[in-house]
């Protein structure tokens, strides 16, 4: 059994404790903006376009630059989820209702929100289309659509989600069904990839654990059809394509194929790929000098994490400002991301590294040690953070972790 680790005694345990109490929800009174009912502007200084963390944490940011009333955010839901606790919510730890807000509530106050889908980017002549019908232009553009989930390209699925021993932690929808099946369950994990992490010393820690645990872990095996009536799922082996191996499962859980949205792959803004096609150290966009890309949209070459985009959009905020001064971008992003790894109901490991996939932790011991202060940061800290100082555009990434650590210390 893993010792418990200092961090989580003394006046270190007082302060998470202090964040436990502190992180349990509060919707307070809607924020006050010119929502989608109103008459909308047609020209805004700064459009961002998406209302998920990247989108919000901008539009927070850029309000205190030119103004609420000069920004303004195109986005379609209603609700806004705070994904990363999705992982505990599937293992039964977090209710689902922990995860989501009224997106008029974390929208900043007086900035526009124009509820609608954006079905065309024409940066050539500074404007979108949504799907109403509406011509939008802009001075600059912050691209902020997140990552497309495509089920479909998975043969029985998504329609495969109705019978109940199939579930994914990656939609809203589904997240609850794999709740409460660990002490049951002989658990078989398939990838697509050929290693458990891409990060070697968080991949050894894994390894060991999946040994300890008497876990089956089999590489390079890409789910491509799921036949649900049958509980089968269907694997192609990527080492020898055309050979496919059927498995019989009590419950699946699904990881979708990804990749960028429709409306960014069809438009002058993608890459090859299809992503956003954005300097990696500033963010601006590497063709049109206004436009700028944040998070899992981008072709950034590093995980796409919700702490990514905290990192990330302190760097954009100074690459916009100057920008704006028609100064040229000095601030570098060095591919930052963060990927708490659970392991247990009160474990984590707390995997963190750049681009060239080298470890840059935060804290000032192993963090390949599943620990139990780092399982609290992960389910209490981390969802303070985001609602209460990220949203609302004051954290751009661990620095502010380092210090709070330091203060826990004294």
């Known amino acids: 059994m893993t010792p418990m680790v200092p961090m989580a005694s003394g006046p270190r345990l007082r302060l998470f404790a202090c964040f436990r109490r502190l992180a349990t929800p509060q919707v307070g009174p809607l924020q006050l903006h010119t929502g989608a009912s109103c008459a909308a502007k047609n020209h805004y200084d700064v ?3 998406g209302g998920g963390s990247g989108g919000i944490t901008m539009a927070s940011r850029m309000k205190r630059k030119v103004g609420a009333e000069n920004v303004a955010i195109v986005e379609p839901s209603e609700r806004h989820f705070y994904q990363p606790i999705w992982t505990l919510v599937g293992a039964g730890a977090k209710p689902l209702s922990s995860s989501g807000r009224p997106t008029a509530s974390v929208i900043p106050a007086g900035v526009e929100w124009i ?5 065309e980017l024409n940066p050539d002549k500074n404007c979108i289309h949504t799907d109403s019908g509406k011509e939008i232009s802009y001075k600059y553009l912050i691209l902020a659509l997140g990552i497309q989930l495509n089920y479909e390209k998975i043969k029985g699925l998504p329609e495969g989600f109705a019978h109940p021993k199939i579930g994914s932690n990656y939609s809203v929808k589904t997240v609850e069904k794999t709740t409460g099946k660990r002490p049951k369950a002989n658990i078989m994990f398939n990838t697509s990839l050929g290693a458990i992490f891409g990060v070697k010393k968080y991949a050894d820690a894994l390894l060991e654990i999946i040994r300890e645990r008497d876990l089956t872990i089999n590489y390079k095996q890409n789910l491509i059809e799921v036949r ?5 799922a269907v694997f192609e082996n990527l080492d020898k394509p055309g050979e496919t191996q059927v498995i019989s499962y009590e419950m699946l859980h699904v990881t979708p194929p990804m990749g960028p949205p429709d409306v ?11 992503w956003v096609d954005v300097d990696r150290e500033t963010l601006q966009h590497t063709r049109y000098p206004n436009v700028f890309g944040i998070g899992d949209c981008t072709n950034l070459p590093t995980s796409k994490t919700a702490a990514a985009v905290a990192a990330q959009s302190g760097i954009l905020d100074r690459t916009i400002s100057l920008v704006m001064k028609n100064q040229t971008p000095v601030k570098k992003y060095d591919g930052y991301t963060s990927c708490p790894l659970v392991t247990g109901y009160n474990r984590v490991i707390l995997a963190e590294f750049d681009y060239n996939a080298q470890p840059l932790e935060t804290f000032p011991f192993d963090q390949s040690k599943e620990r139990l202060s780092m399982y609290l940061m992960k389910a209490d800290l981390m969802p303070f953070l985001y609602w209460n100082m990220m949203l609302r555009g004051y954290w751009g990434g661990p620095a502010f972790l380092r ?3 330091h203060l826990g210390m004294s």
């Open 264 to 274: 960014i792959k069809t438009s002058p803004v993608a890459d090859a790929a299809g």
């Open 47 to 49: 459009l961002v376009l």
């Open 403 to 405: 210090k709070l650590f």
């Open 115 to 119: 509820k609608a889908k954006v079905c």
């Open 228 to 232: 649900a009536d049958k509980q089968e």
